[in-house]
């Protein structure tokens, strides 16, 4: 049944700063590689060499600017996948079953053997979280790596989400949301970590932490004063040449 | 939302013969024997070419079978299991009216609420999505209603039910209009709840991440079109409900009732197309766009 589960035992999911990631896309590239030759139908490209390539992701950054009211704009770059929310709305319109949310662990998975690729779960996902795969014809979505995570036959270090093992600025962290004690939880407690589209109650699993604020420009040193000019008006053969090109 | 014709087809058509079904069902027009085969496989014609129109957009449609078991949660699969009991159940009414000459009027009552239940489910797939402002409002259901009602009283020539309910129509899709054009500021979601970056200023895209394409755009940032929408709404207005209400009034023979037919069926295509393409889902915001 899609309907969600009533509780899960654990929130699995990431946690995203943008105030270090540094925009390389290496979490793209590293999670197209990973499930594009693991669990389900490959990720797919159209025209990859011609003149409009397009194909599945399940992980894409995005980059905005931020104009504040005063000072100078900022950049903020802004890697996007699966929220795994907890009133996920693309797994209770799903007419086949699925698309799910597991009660062990929260992750919201789609079982392609029985996806008509109708494309509603699309349609009911704010974050543009799920792509459907123009060659296999059903639906995509990042799975936490749950091919990994698990995985008893890599080593220790490895069994995390292909991004986050390969984010080379350590902007993405792993863990359970739902136990306040971990070292993602005590993470987003101390950087106000955010949902994304509150406003739209789907309650996301995966938090995201603010950039820092940054400085406001004005005085740049506190030696600046002592650095201002010591004549402000010409004097000597400057001045000459001043007043005399004045007059002219 | 990208404006798909099998999507348009599929909700037109089968809006209209699921009206036509419930007229039937009700026993307007009396009718027996051939005159009753010709009604019924006109519904019936309209009512499963619809649906099985909507199959052409599912990129996976050897599943489609398991689309019957989620009825529980999904609107999309009650409309599923719905649509099969209502043809089945107004098929039995059927044989009673086409071949034996007998109205089971209970079967034929149920028969048509099960249709119109049917176009219910199939405005509730739209009308539950949050994501799509304009869409997420009673007004969405009431629309799919009133038109499939009018459309199936047009069509079993219930000339001035037609009238009446073909006008009604018009104004509720002049209400969907005007309350849609605000639903989505209506929302609040915007670049910056999209973000969280709201607390720092204002934000706008600085680079997308991909150069091309990709199927979020293509499926559910559609803005092609969209600058004709208002010389569509008067077309798809006229077509859908003025014309045809007129024609009613002037003349009631076959001719003029098919081109009222004609008229009604250009002018909800034409409605159904800004349906989905003047919707904005709020996926668009993370691009910048809506």
Not at chain 1, 106 to 123: K, P, R, S, T
Request: hydrophobic share 45%.
């Amino acid at each position: 049944m899609t309907d969600l589960p009533d509780k899960t035992d654990r929130k699995l999911g990431l946690v995203i700063d943008l105030d270090t990631c540094v925009g390389c896309h290496a979490c793209v590239i590293s999670c197209k590689g990973w499930n594009t030759e693991n669990y389900g139908v490959p990720l797919s490209d159209q025209d990859p060499y011609g003149g409009t390539p397009s194909g599945t992701f399940l992980n894409r950054v995005h980059s905005f600017e931020v104009q504040p009211d005063q000072g100078a704009a900022q950049t903020v770059h802004f890697p996007k996948s699966c929220l795994h929310c907890d009133d996920a709305p693309c797994v209770t319109v799903c007419p086949t079953g699925a698309s799910y949310k597991r009660a062990e662990d929260g992750i919201v998975l789609v079982n392609e053997d029985a996806c008509i690729g109708c494309g509603l779960c699309a349609w009911a996902c704010p974050y543009g979280a799920r792509e459907l795969d123009r060659a296999a014809g059903v639906m995509k979505k990042c799975t936490l790596c749950v091919d990994r995570i698990y995985n008893e036959n890599l080593p220790q270090e490895d069994r995390l989400p292909a991004c986050v093992r390969t984010c080379p600025a350590g902007a993405r962290h792993f863990g359970d949301l739902g136990d306040p004690d971990s070292a993602v939880s005590q993470l987003v407690a101390d950087r106000g970590g955010m949902d994304l589209m509150p406003e739209l109650g789907t309650r996301p699993v995966n938090k995201y932490l603010p950039p820092r604020p940054k400085d406001t420009g004005g005085e740049i040193d506190i030696l600046a004063p002592l650095l201002a000019p010591v004549a402000e008006e010409p004097k000597g053969f400057l001045g000459w040449l001043d007043k005399t090109l004045e007059r002219l | 939302m990208h404006p798909a014709p099998s999507v348009i087809l599929f909700t037109a058509l089968s809006g209209l013969g699921f009206g036509l079904l419930a007229w039937l069902g009700i026993g307007r027009p009396d009718v027996t024997g051939w005159v009753a085969f010709v009604f019924f496989f006109i519904a019936y014609a309209l009512a499963v070419g619809g649906l099985v129109a909507s199959t052409f957009h599912l990129g996976n449609p050897k599943n489609a079978l398991k689309a019957f078991s989620q009825w529980r949660s999904s609107w999309l699969s009650r409309e599923a299991v719905l649509s099969v009991a209502a043809l089945i159940t107004m098929g039995l009414y059927a044989i009673g009216t086409v071949f034996l000459g007998v109205q089971w009027s209970a079967l034929g009552v149920i028969g048509a609420a099960l249709s119109l239940l049917t176009v219910f489910a199939t405005s509730m797939i739209y009308a539950q999505l949050e994501t799509v402002p304009r869409w997420n409002h009673p007004i969405t259901s009431a629309l799919f209603l009133a038109l499939s009602i009018a459309g199936g009283a047009l069509l079993a020539g219930q000339v001035t039910a037609a009238i009446v309910l073909l006008l009604l129509a018009g104004g509720v899709q002049v209400a969907a209009w005007w309350l849609g054009d605000g639903r989505f500021a209506k929302r609040g979601s915007t670049m910056e709840t999209a973000t969280g970056l709201g607390f720092i200023g204002k934000v706008r895209l600085f680079e997308p991440p991909h150069t091309g394409g990709n199927y979020l755009l293509t499926e559910m940032v559609y803005v092609v079109g969209r600058k004709h929408a208002a010389r569509l709404r008067v077309i798809a207005l006229l077509c859908m409900s003025l014309v045809p209400a007129i024609l009613l009034m002037l003349s009631h023979s076959h001719v003029v009732a098919l081109i009222a037919v004609l008229s009604h069926l250009t002018g909800v295509f034409a409605a159904r197309w800004l349906f989905f393409a003047e919707a904005e889902h709020v996926v668009g915001l993370y691009y910048g766009k809506r």
